[in-house]
C-alpha cells in the first residue's frame, strides 16, 4: 500500500526584498503511513507550517516532489481535498453563531449531510454547548470546533497543527483518546505539537524537523531506542565546579546541558571518558548515569534547543543536520 503522506526533497525559500531569502525548507523528506498516528515535531520556525502548508497547496514550493493519498500534489489536490481534512491556521468562526450552525453551514457548503453534525458535535464533546454562540467559547472549545469541522466530510486523512493548543489536561486526554479512536477507525492522523509528552502517548511514528531539514523519523520507540545510551547525567562531588566541568568537557568536544545539580552530556563515546576528561582536570565526580531517554531530550538533544543557563536561546539556532537515512539525521 503506498504511504499516505510523502514528501521528497522539499525545498522553499521565502524571499522579501526588505528580509531577502529566506530558506524554510531545505530538501526535506517525510513519509506517513495509513492508520498511523504521526507526530510533526520541531522547534519554532523549524519549517512544520510551510511543510504542512505546501502540502495543502497554500504555498508553492521551489523544488522536491510531494503525494498524498498516493497521487502527486498540488495537481490532484482537486481529486483528493474532499478525503483530507485540515486545520493548519487557527480557523475565523463567526462569533455570532453556535457550534451547531457553523457546523450545518460548513456541511451544507461541503455537500455532508446534516447526520454528520450531531455526530462530529458529540465525538468533539461539545454536544450539550453546541447551541450556544461561538463568541462565547473557551480557546479549547473554538479548538474542539475546529477539529469537528474537518471531521465533517469523514477523511481518510486528518492534518492539524498544534490540535491541543489552549486545551486543559481533562481536554488533552480526549482529544487523545480521540485521535487514538479516529486512527483505529482507519483515519490516518498527523498533528503537529510541541507537548512532547503527549506526542509520545498518542503517536505511533514521528517525523522531527530542525532547519528545514528532517533530522529523525521513525516509530517512536525506534526514535527513543536509537537514541537511548547517547548521553549521561553527571554530578560532582562538589556542585560549585559545575561550570568550570562544562566547560572542560566542551572544549574536549562533548555537548553539555547545565541543569541545576547536575550536568547532561553527551556526543561521548563511553561514559568513562567523562570521568577521566573531569578527573584529569582535579574534578571528580561522584555520580554518573544513563539519561533517560524521552520524546523531549530526544528532540532538545537533535534540534539542539535545550535552555542554556544564562543565554536566551533565539528562534533560529537549533541543529542544521544532514538529510536523515535509515532513521537518523548523520
Ligand atoms: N510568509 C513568510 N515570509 C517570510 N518568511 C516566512 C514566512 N512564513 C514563514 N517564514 C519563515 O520560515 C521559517 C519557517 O516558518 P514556519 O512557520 O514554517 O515554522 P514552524 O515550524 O511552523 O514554527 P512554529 O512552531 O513557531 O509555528 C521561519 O524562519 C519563518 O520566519
Redesign the pocket.
Known amino acids: 500500500m503506498p504511504a499516505v503522506l510523502e514528501i521528497s526533497g522539499l525545498e522553499?525559500t521565502?524571499?522579501?526584498r526588505r528580509?531577502g531569502a529566506?530558506?524554510?525548507?531545505d530538501g526535506f523528506d517525510m513519509v506517513v503511513e495509513s492508520g498511523e498516528v504521526h507526530g510533526f515535531l520541531?522547534?519554532?520556525?523549524?519549517?512544520?507550517?510551510?511543510?504542512?502548508?505546501t502540502l495543502l497547496g497554500l504555498?508553492t514550493p521551489n523544488g522536491g516532489t510531494m503525494t498524498l493519498l498516493g497521487q502527486r500534489v498540488p495537481a490532484a489536490l482537486p481529486h483528493v481535498a474532499r478525503r483530507v481534512g485540515a486545520i493548519v491556521e487557527s480557523p475565523q468562526f463567526f462569533p455570532n453563531f453556535s457550534a451547531r450552525d457553523t457546523l450545518s453551514l460548513l456541511a451544507d457548503a461541503g455537500g455532508v449531510n446534516k447526520q454528520r453534525v450531531t455526530e462530529v458535535l458529540e465525538q468533539v464533546g461539545l454536544r450539550d454547548r453546541a447551541k450556544e454562540r461561538v463568541g462565547t467559547y473557551s480557546l479549547g472549545m473554538k479548538q474542539r470546533l475546529a477539529v469537528a469541522s474537518a471531521l465533517l466530510k469523514q477523511p481518510d486523512l486528518l492534518i492539524l497543527?498544534?490540535p491541543a493548543n489552549g486545551l486543559d489536561p481533562g481536554g488533552i486526554r480526549e482529544m487523545r483518546t480521540l485521535m487514538r479512536g479516529l486512527a483505529a477507525s482507519g483515519m490516518t492522523v498527523v498533528l503537529?505539537s510541541?507537548i512532547l509528552g503527549e506526542v509520545q502517548l498518542i503517536c505511533d511514528s514521528v517525523t522531527i524537523?530542525s532547519r528545514?531539514r528532517r533530522v529523525a523519523y521513525g516509530p517512536v520507540a525506534d526514535v527513543l531506542a536509537q537514541h537511548a545510551g547517547a548521553g549521561v547525567t553527571v554530578k560532582l562531588e562538589s556542585a560549585d565546579d559545575l561550570s568550570a566541568a562544562a566547560e572542560v568537557l566542551i572544549a574536549a568536544g562533548a555537548r553539555v546541558t547545565p541543569e541545576a545539580d547536575r550536568l547532561v552530556v553527551s556526543n561521548v563515546e563511553k561514559p568513562a571518558w567523562v570521568t577521566r576528561t573531569l578527573a584529569e582536570k582535579g574534578y571528580f565526580v561522584s555520580e554518573l548515569a544513563p539519561v533517560k531517554v524521552d520524546l523531549e531530550s530526544v528532540f532538545l538533544e537533535l534540534t539542539q534547543t535545550a535552555p542554556v543557563a544564562g543565554q536566551a536561546r533565539q528562534?533560529?539556532d537549533s541543529a542544521v543536520a544532514a538529510p536523515a537515512q535509515g532513521g537518523w539525521g548523520v
Open positions: 522553499k521565502y524571499r522579501s528580509r529566506r530558506k524554510a525548507l520541531g522547534p519554532n520556525g523549524s519549517g512544520k507550517t510551510t511543510t504542512l502548508r504555498i497543527d498544534e503537529s510541541h524537523i528545514g528562534v533560529d
